[in-house]
């Protein structure tokens, strides 16, 4: 009896605790659907951002860059001649004008030249000298000789046309005239042809002495063009070679101011006549006109060349010297700025959220300057519009946002 108990207590022991099961089970699958249906009426997550208004701002200094002064003209002083460094008349620094001598140089050899061309053109002369001297007696004598013999011919022909000489005298009055006359000519071709040969000689002796002169003069060292003599490398009693530099010429009434230019300041310069430099004295800012800009960045570098020129009447500056260039002036510090927070990077492409009523769309904008908390916007954005500055970095294109409450 006790054993058919307990095996009805185990009976309704079991059947109470499926029928518990299915109850647990009945509740889950009630409350599920339940549960789902409040999710779905649950009201979206809208973020709240804070934005803030396009604007101009000032964005910072003008931008600077150092440039290095250059002679606008800078020339070789050359040597024409080899030989011997002789007398400095120009020293390093000394203002000189074009044609001036700088230095003589010496050469033993070219005055030789000249020597011995003046004594073989003064050798010349003395035998032209004697070749006139040597005929003129003879050629006197030769000339009375044929006066002469025309005197007797002319008698003897009177005597002829008065019937008083005969035809044999007439005949050799006028032989002797003929005869005094050739020998009168052959005379003068003779001593023609002894000058011409003289004057060859004095000819030739002439242009080896000009020559030797000529090559002398360009002993003298000159300086090519007007302005300042630096670099002197001559001492007296060296030894130069003909092309040989001894110096530098620079022109310095105006300079050259370059600058190596990085491609990132290439924009501040393109479209520009003139940008400002400031002096070393600290004077104010003054103009200088662009005179060159590289098409192509260097090689090397990367950067572009830029050169301005200069007036420098007072020779204030000097090669060498550094100055500061300002590639921007005051005005172009104010440009449209918007806080770097709000700036979101993909990539090499920067974009903004620029709100339309409660709604952030993503714009692509160009950025240019940095100077925290502030960057510039090239393009992109327009003034007064609005954009977020806070939780960039969630948001999606077109998503629907909220700005905090107003505090009462």
Request: glycine residues 6%.
């Amino acid at each position: 009896m006790r054993r058919n108990n307990r095996k009805i207590w185990s009976r309704l022991k079991s059947a109470g605790i499926l029928a518990l099961g299915a109850a647990l089970l009945a509740g889950c699958s009630l409350k599920a659907p339940a549960a789902k249906q409040a999710d779905k009426d649950a009201a979206p997550v809208i973020q709240t951002v804070n934005a803030a208004e396009v604007k101009k701002q000032r964005i910072g200094d003008p931008i600077e860059i150092q440039a290095e002064v250059f002679p606008s003209v800078e020339m070789e002083v050359q040597a024409s001649m080899s030989g011997i460094a002789g007398k400095l008349f120009k020293s390093r620094g000394d203002a000189v004008n074009e044609g001036d001598i700088i230095a003589h140089i010496d050469s033993k050899e070219l005055q030789l030249q000249l020597d011995q061309a003046n004594n073989e053109l003064s050798k010349a002369k003395a035998e032209l000298a004697r070749v006139n001297r040597s005929h003129e007696a003879a050629l006197a004598q030769l000339k009375q000789s044929v006066q002469l013999a025309t005197n007797s011919y002319n008698q003897v022909r009177n005597a002829y046309d008065a019937g008083t000489a005969s035809d044999a005298e007439l005949d050799s009055a006028s032989k002797l005239l003929s005869s005094a006359k050739i020998s009168l000519e052959s005379l003068k071709q003779q001593q023609q042809s002894e000058t011409n040969a003289v004057q060859s000689g004095i000819q030739s002796a002439g242009m080896l002495a000009a020559a030797a002169e000529k090559a002398l003069g360009e002993m003298d060292v000159k300086a090519p063009i007007s302005g300042i003599l630096t670099d002197v490398s001559l001492e007296p009693g060296a030894v130069v070679q003909a092309g040989a530099t001894i110096g530098l010429v620079q022109k310095l009434d105006s300079v050259t101011l370059t600058v190596s230019l990085p491609p990132s300041y290439l924009g501040y310069v393109n479209g520009k006549k003139e940008l400002g430099y400031l002096p070393q004295d600290g004077a104010q800012e003054k103009p200088a006109p662009i005179t060159y800009l590289s098409p192509n960045p260097d090689a090397k570098t990367g950067n572009y060349v830029l050169e301005m020129t200069v007036a420098n009447p007072d020779n204030s500056l000097k090669p060498g010297n550094k100055l500061k260039i300002r590639l921007t002036k005051e005005e172009e510090q104010i440009v449209l700025a918007i806080p770097t927070k709000s700036i979101v990077k993909d990539g090499d492409e920067a974009y903004v959220f620029v709100l339309s009523g409660d709604v952030a769309k993503k714009r692509r904008i160009e950025p240019g300057r940095v100077n925290e908390p502030l960057q510039e916007v090239l393009s992109g954005l327009e003034e007064n519009e609005r954009i977020v500055v806070s939780g960039v970095n969630q948001l999606h294109d077109n998503e629907k946002v909220q700005l905090p409450a107003a505090k009462s």
